[in-house]
């Protein structure tokens, strides 16, 4: 895992992000990291104006899931993303599909 954002500065993300990746923050895509611990979570967004960094600190306890393996990436849907915010499984889940035909 890579040093905390706030330890590389504002452009030390991007080895992280475009390491492989063909998405950026810049064409919005959202980036989670995890400090080692797994007890907190930043997110990294550009509103096309500005970077934003959020972070969100479990009050207690550690993640219950994060991707592993030596290719830990893992594409989340928004409600994938806010299952893990929430500290569940978003994988875990049976979701139906985002996108439904109505008619």
């Not at 993640?63 to 299952?83: C, H, M």
């Amino acid at each position: 895992m890579s040093p905390p954002i706030s330890a590389v500065g504002s452009t030390g993300w991007l080895p992280c992000a475009g390491n492989g990746s063909a998405r950026t923050p810049l064409g919005g895509a959202i980036f989670v990291f995890r400090n080692r611990r797994a007890s907190a979570l930043k997110l990294l967004c550009y509103d096309g104006q500005r970077f934003w960094l959020c972070h969100k600190r479990l009050s207690q306890g550690r993640l219950k899931w994060w991707p592993s393996g030596p290719q830990a990436r893992v594409t989340l849907s928004a409600r994938e993303l806010q299952i893990l915010l929430w500290n569940g499984n978003p994988k875990a889940l049976e979701l139906a599909e985002d996108w439904r035909r109505v008619a």
